[in-house]
């Protein structure tokens, strides 16, 4: 298996950036991001597929936690089966961090004791929080890291290291806990209580530990405080006969002390809960209305909607006393809210036509906006291209992912296949389909469809596949003509093969065809990935007309020129023949010796190159 997880993408990495980036350790077979089936957004992961999985461990031994648009990516083996995902063996949970380790400094720590599956330091927009996770292989390197780690210092700060809980553990902890607490949480007493006149109050009960007011900086109270008892019995009688009672013509709340988290999550579910009571109860008797006059406001409003039926509720919602020209109306049952969708919809009130329909939950809406607009996106899509035409295999949509086409080797020949260093690649242009001499057919010079101007030179991977010399081809369209090496592309069912594209191209010879004028402003407008593509099809017909042959030798190793230069050689035809015929002497020179592509190119070029 040479499958990698990719994590902790951000939201607008796409599949050709991961390509990009992860194709410098070796051939990708496929990359895809996982996306919500819905929206279509990016869930910040992906998986990625190696031919070899030597260039897989490569990859997350050394481009673990590497920046890609900003964000460490988090790099671990593709993990096909959930359940030893989710079931938490191996996995440790690192707190009381330092601010200054990240995840780099937490991997290096943790290793130590074992081989690391995944590990991270969670972060916000400020930085680290504090706390991570480390992921072990074996649940033995987890309990030696636990025994090891666990109340040691990191950078001056005394860390815990424990086994990883999940929420629903946690939370069946925190309900254990709130059965036997012992700590009280009291507000609401007023300004002129302290520390001793609390305790008073409260030592009735039962022995207390501690009590405490809670005051500002300035001294002065702020109207609660806590009273920690020692047994559980005792605070659990506080707060049965002292939440609620009158002290000083205030009523005091009295009642078990929580966190911050425990708190707000209890808020949170509360107030979850009221909002689907009422939406329950609303549920087909609420209006959203919109489009509104600037001079309507509620009772307006009521009066418009009033002879529909018993309304309980009408709201214009405002900003700063300025109507936002929407507002909800609510009847007493569904008929009379249907009756007044029908009867108010498109009718004029003031001067503008409202706009009434039942409302709907925020998700509601944007599900439904999400699918309106997928659906008119699918309306809008342009007619597929005619059969003969080859067609981009890593374009989307219709393709999910991102495949890299698998090398093809003919019968008893060996092909040479050089993956492109960054863009997807690109259908074979026409020249990189001309017949080429037996003795050059099977050389090291990439075709030209794929020129190294696309993304770093000195980042792609070769593999370079000597060739011994091979007999001379019999003429081309006989039985016996050998098939040219098929191009490592991907063509569509129904399209032509590359063999019928070479045979028109040789029945044409290149004649029939009469490039565009190409100029620096059209050249400019085009993507950097195709500028190359479209300065090698006005070059091909005129280098095949006194080089037919060599055509497409030729273009390859003239596309490796600046852009700018190779727009004036189209312009001037002394230059063109000028380069030509310096290639060609190139390419006779070093014909017999078997160099490999870099060779070739740098020796046009004029660049010293370590075979």
């Avoid at 666990?150 to 929420?167: A, E, T």
């Avoid at 036509?353 to 944007?366: F, G, H, I, N, S």
């Avoid at 495949?403 to 020949?413: D, E, G």
């Avoid at 696309?454 to 001379?472: L, N």
Wanted: hydrophobic fraction near 35%.
């Amino acid at each position: 298996m040479a499958s990698l997880y990719v994590g902790d993408l951000h939201a607008d990495v796409t599949e050709a950036q991961l390509y990009e980036r992860l194709s410098r350790i070796g051939v990708i077979l496929s990359i895809r991001i996982c996306r919500d089936m819905m929206s279509g957004r990016s869930l910040g992961y992906a998986c990625v597929n190696f031919q070899q999985l030597a260039d897989a461990e490569h990859a997350l031994d050394t481009m673990n936690f590497d920046l890609i648009k900003g964000q460490p990516m988090r790099i671990m083996w593709w993990q096909r089966d959930p359940s030893l995902r989710k079931s938490g063996v191996g996995n440790v949970f690192i707190k009381n961090l330092d601010r200054s380790i990240d995840n780099n400094v937490l991997y290096d720590i943790f290793s130590f004791f074992g081989n690391i599956l995944s590990g991270k330091v969670v972060c916000d927009e400020n930085g680290s929080k504090g706390y991570g996770f480390v992921h072990f292989e074996t649940q033995e390197a987890a309990e030696r890291a636990i025994v090891e780690m666990n109340g040691k210092l990191l950078k001056d700060q005394k860390v815990f290291v424990g086994h990883f809980k999940s929420r629903k553990e946690r939370e069946a902890e925190l309900a254990v806990r709130a059965k036997e607490f012992t700590n009280v949480y009291v507000k609401n007493f007023g300004q002129d209580v302290d520390d001793n006149t609390l305790r008073d109050i409260f030592s009735t009960f039962g022995n207390t530990t501690s009590v405490r007011v809670m005051t500002d900086e300035h001294g002065s109270c702020r109207g609660f405080g806590f009273v920690g008892f020692a047994r559980h019995e005792d605070a659990q009688k506080a707060v049965d006969q002292m939440n609620g009672k009158e002290f000083h013509g205030r009523t005091m709340y009295v009642s078990r002390a929580q966190k911050k988290v425990e708190r707000q999550a209890e808020l949170k579910r509360k107030f979850e809960q009221m909002k689907q009571d009422r939406l329950s109860r609303n549920q087909g008797v609420n209006l959203y209305v919109k489009n509104l006059d600037d001079g309507i406001d509620d009772e307006s409003l009521r009066r418009e909607f009033q002879p529909f039926g018993m309304i309980t509720s009408a709201k214009v919602m405002t900003q700063g006393g300025r109507s936002k020209g929407f507002g909800f109306v609510c009847f007493s049952s569904p008929d009379e809210a249907g009756k007044a969708v029908a009867e108010m919809n498109g009718r004029i009130v003031a001067t503008k036509p409202l706009y009434v329909a039942l409302a709907q939950r925020k998700e509601e809406r944007q599900a439904y906006l999400t699918r309106q607009y997928i659906q008119r996106m699918n309306n809008a899509r342009p007619p597929p291209p005619p059969p003969n035409q080859v067609i981009n295999p890593y374009q989307a949509p219709p393709s999910p992912a991102y495949f890299m086409a698998p090398v093809q080797q003919a019968q008893n020949r060996t092909a040479a296949f050089f993956p492109a260093a960054a863009a997807p690649m690109c259908p074979g242009p026409r020249w990189a389909t001309a017949e080429l001499p037996a003795t050059m057919r099977n050389s090291s010079v990439s075709p030209p469809g794929r020129p190294s101007s696309q993304g770093p030179r000195g980042i792609s991977v070769q593999r370079v596949v000597s060739v011994a010399p091979q007999p001379p081809s019999p003429p081309v369209g006989s039985p016996l003509s050998p098939v040219v090496s098929s191009p490592p592309y991907k063509y569509a069912t129904g399209i032509r093969s590359p063999s019928n594209h070479l045979q028109e191209t040789q029945a044409g010879g290149g004649g029939g065809h009469t490039p565009k004028p190409l100029t620096a402003s059209t050249l400019a407008a085009a993507l950097p990935m195709d500028q190359k593509q479209m300065l090698g099809e006005c070059l091909f017909p005129l280098i095949q007309s006194t080089h037919p042959d060599l055509a497409g030798k030729i273009t390859g190793m003239l596309l490796e020129i600046d852009n700018s230069e190779l727009l004036h050689m189209l312009e001037s035809p002394e230059s063109l023949n000028s380069k030509v015929d310096e290639a060609l002497a190139v390419l006779q020179a070093h014909q017999a010796k078997g160099v490999t592509r870099q060779g070739l190119l740098a020796s046009f070029k004029r660049e010293p190159v370590s075979e």
